[in-house]
């Protein structure tokens, strides 16, 4: 076989695998200088190595090699301005461009996602390239967004597909049965000014597709927000699932333990019974979880922060009930229930939220019924109004 490759060849077959871009930079007698790479990687945990590998006849490396540290300054997505500045050649790469030393004293640049401060361990020749081993000294995430890549000759972003809210056939379903349902909603809002709306569950997402706000409670989530099925929350939208969705939405818990497991297993067998799921949570838990989606969509949905929901989530845990004690009075979060849809649609449900403080069991079994009986009229044809 032989070994000559065509370097267009080459180009063309590793431009299909995306790299992040990345900004290595130094001081160099009291100047700063830096460089592109798109080929930086992690090495090893111990010790903590990371490498980067220029080409042999850099100019912008030649400067870089003689520093006592460098910093690798990973780009946000928003940054593919700053990129070509540093890719362009000559002396005024940092010109105009905001930066802090690190503890070592190499640049910080502003808005870079992270940055890896490190001391140069090795430096290897690798064909037309060197590979160069920095041993981390510090590090720290700047800016918890999602990075800038290069990829088949081109800058762009990672679009993390299955949380990407677009009008797919399940979600035009849904929005059609929503809007059967509107005016009830609307009037049930304005009557009792109390926050509804309509969710539905879309591959592992609950989506707004339809709201009434007349509480004077601030409904914090507008239509179209998209909140993960994380355990215990979503047991409402799996009360007609099968054993293998119950299971995975099990899987999708921050806990792992099997007695978390089991206690979630519990709520949904009672959701399941009585048709209904009830969140008495309290103050700090509830702005917790609210702000931990709110970053969640502010990131782009990043995976990191997706963790963090589901952290928060499982504080909620012991607040879903259903089960109501005669006498007792309750401030509930939200009331949800069950939407009967018909086969082929996707599980919805009905959220009323905004609600007065120390509720009576009646005042919640009153809005249990209302809901249930706007619910109903989702799958008969007089709810087509």
């Not at 089991?262 to 702005?287: F, I, M, P, T, W």
Request: proline fraction near 6%; glycine fraction near 8%.
């Amino acid at each position: 076989m032989s070994t000559d490759i065509d370097p267009g060849l080459f180009r063309e077959t590793l431009g299909h695998y995306p790299t992040g871009v990345a900004v290595v930079t130094a001081i160099i007698d009291g100047r700063p200088v830096g460089m592109v790479v798109g080929t930086f990687s992690s090495v090893s945990m111990d010790p903590p190595l990371i490498a980067f590998y220029p080409m042999s006849g850099s100019r912008s490396f030649a400067q870089l090699r003689n520093a006592t540290s460098f910093c690798v300054n990973v780009l946000a997505s928003d940054q593919e301005a700053l990129c070509r500045q540093f890719a362009t050649a000559g002396e005024r790469k940092f010109e105009g461009v905001a930066w802090r030393p690190a503890a070592l004293g190499a640049p910080i640049l502003d808005g870079a996602v992270s940055w890896i401060e490190c001391t140069f361990e090795d430096v290897r020749e690798a064909g037309d390239h060197f590979i160069v081993l920095g041993r981390v000294q510090d590090l720290a995430v700047e800016r918890s967004t999602l990075p800038l890549l290069f990829f088949q000759g081109g800058y762009g972003r990672f679009t993390p597909g299955s949380f990407v809210a677009t009008p797919d056939p399940e979600l035009i379903q849904a929005a059609q049965v929503a809007e059967a349902l509107r005016s009830r909603v609307e009037r049930l809002s304005e009557d009792l000014s109390v926050n509804v709306s309509v969710l539905a569950k879309i591959r592992w997402d609950a989506v707004q597709v339809l709201a009434a706000n007349q509480s004077p409670v601030e409904e914090p989530f507008p239509l179209g927000h998209r909140q993960p099925l994380i355990p215990p929350f979503g047991a409402i939208f799996m009360a007609n699932s099968s054993k293998d969705d119950t299971d995975q939405w099990l899987r999708r818990g921050a806990d792992k333990s099997e007695e978390r497991r089991e206690l979630n297993r519990g709520q949904l067998d009672s959701v399941r019974e009585h048709g209904y799921s009830l969140l008495a949570a309290g103050v700090e838990v509830a702005r917790r979880h609210q702000a931990a989606l709110s970053e969640f969509e502010l990131s782009d949905r990043l995976p990191r922060r997706e963790r963090d929901v589901q952290q928060a989530t499982s504080e909620l845990a012991n607040f879903f009930f259903t089960d109501l004690v005669a006498g007792e009075r309750y401030d509930l979060a939200n009331v949800v229930v069950l939407v009967p849809t018909e086969s082929g649609l996707p599980s919805m449900a009905l959220r009323m939220t905004g609600l007065p403080r120390e509720a009576t069991v009646d005042q919640i079994e009153s809005w249990i019924h209302t809901l249930q009986v706007i619910a109903s009229t989702a799958a008969s044809p007089a709810g087509a109004c």
